[in-house]
């Protein structure tokens, strides 16, 4: 097995702008791309009634993960305790590790703050729902006619 030298700055071309160009300011930003990869990976379904979000949180249990709502912040964060990690074996090559995350996302005007966030854990995936609000009804489209002059 020959082993390779690990360079840091893989990708320079995350240098916190991209997020601007890629326009990712809207609802659900964070600051993926100025921080490692060291989040979870995130899903997220908008539908009539509600958002999804999933993230992949292997390695974690119930007891490890806590989510909160504050103002517009929904803050997601795990941390484990090192006692396993003190009966580590010598590795020669360690890539995954799981002492913690902490995600935070602004979610959207139209998120209903009155409902309860209904968040689940299975398998490693958690999963969050957050309601919207009443839909406002949708203004009909209204043609104009044209007169030829």
Do not use: C
Not at 5 to 28: A, H, M, Q, V, Y
Not at 53 to 60: Q, W, Y
């Amino acid at each position: 097995m020959s082993l390779v030298k690990f360079r840091k700055n893989r990708r320079p071309w995350f240098d916190g702008e991209i997020s601007n160009w890629l326009n990712t300011n809207d609802f659900f930003t964070d600051d993926f791309f100025g921080r490692g990869g060291d989040l979870p990976a995130m899903n997220v379904k908008e539908n009539e009634a509600n958002f999804e979000i999933e993230l992949a949180v292997p390695g974690f249990s119930k007891k490890d993960i806590e989510v909160s709502l504050e103002n517009d912040i929904l803050h997601i964060s795990a941390e484990k305790s090192l006692e396993d990690e003190e009966n580590k074996e010598d590795y020669t090559r360690r890539e995954f590790s799981y002492n913690s995350f902490d995600r935070r996302l602004q979610i959207p005007k139209n998120v209903n703050r009155d409902q309860e966030v209904k968040a689940s854990y299975k398998n490693g995936v958690l999963k969050l729902q957050l309601s919207k609000m009443e839909p406002s009804k949708a203004i009909p489209k209204k043609l104009i006619d044209i007169e030829e002059v």
